[in-house]
């Protein structure tokens, strides 16, 4: 009787095992085919509305990611030295550009005409040899010129870019010659990610005139994400991990299981580090009977929240039966692989 025992529990063993190793296979050759997918697919810009963009959106590798940044005018360096400083990693760029056409018109007429003082009376000569007192109408000497004003935009670095130029012809009915010189707006942002999966965002904004760029400073920059919700999933993770406890082994006695379970549900705000995890099993090896056993753990709780000097550690209790029936009461620490 004991020998069947011995050898159903071993088939079963082999059975689950092998179930566990075809499901990893499986989960492992389904995320391989959706990054082959991801890597192939572009989502391509769209007009939302005339404010509202959505961006195109692509995979590359790490080192396209830096190029597209060099190319958008970005140094990467202190970008890089902060990132260190936050521990985090660069995840992806964001470039976004806006270009205005320009405008040139000529013969325009007065937008507000605003009267000023009265010239000062000068003296001139007449042609009898005396003299008369009559008003000077062109003090300044602007009547027989072309008077032209560049149009630069301060910020608040005291950077001054080129917007156009003002003109005026007193000759003229219509006299204003205006130029807005075309402009392309350029917002550079690298984004990156730490442990904990919180995003950074550095940012740069450019504009191009007149084949310069001009860098100008950003008075404000947020980036606000929504925290993700603590939700149960379905999650498959395999997790390594020593069990101690009571084996009814007749005599009763203490035992050390090392094991290998995989959990398939967890609880927390990301599916990597959850606070919580469900329905583990797997086997282990009885180190006292020198045997193995089935071991199923209800729950798991992740003591690295609350502990700041670990992570990705699971405690909680789990159960034990061998090919004998023998059936064991345990509490272990796992880590997930």
Sequence with gaps: MDDWRTKAGLAALVVLVLAILAFIIYQQNEIIQRQKYAEKSVV??????????????????????EQVIKDAGLDLKPIKDDLKKLDGRLKAVSILVAETPGYYGTSLPNTVVIPGPAPEPVVVECPDGGQVECPNPDVHGYLNKFVL???????????LVPVGSAGFKAWEENPWTIEVLPRKYQAATVLSQDEEGRHFAHSQLSIEVDGQRHQVPIDDAKLVEVL???????????YLGVDGGVIANPPTHADVVPNLQMSFLSYGHVKPDPHWTFLNAGVGYEA??????????????????????????????????????????????????
């Design 228 to 238: 993700p919700r603590k939700r149960v999933r379905f999650a498959p993770r395999l």
């Design 149 to 159: 004003r560049e149009i630069e935009e301060p910020f608040s670095n005291g950077k």
């Design 44 to 65: 391509e810009m769209k007009q939302l509305r005339d404010d509202i963009v959505r961006h195109q959106a692509a995979y590359a590798t790490k080192d396209d990611v």
């Design 288 to 337: 006292e009977t020198k045997g193995v056993a089935i071991l199923f753990s209800p729950v798991n709780y992740n003591v690295g929240k609350p502990l700041p000097f670990v992570e990705n550690l699971h405690v909680g209790p789990s159960f034990s039966i061998d090919p004998a029936s023998n059936f064991g009461i345990l509490l272990g620490m796992r880590v997930g692989l």
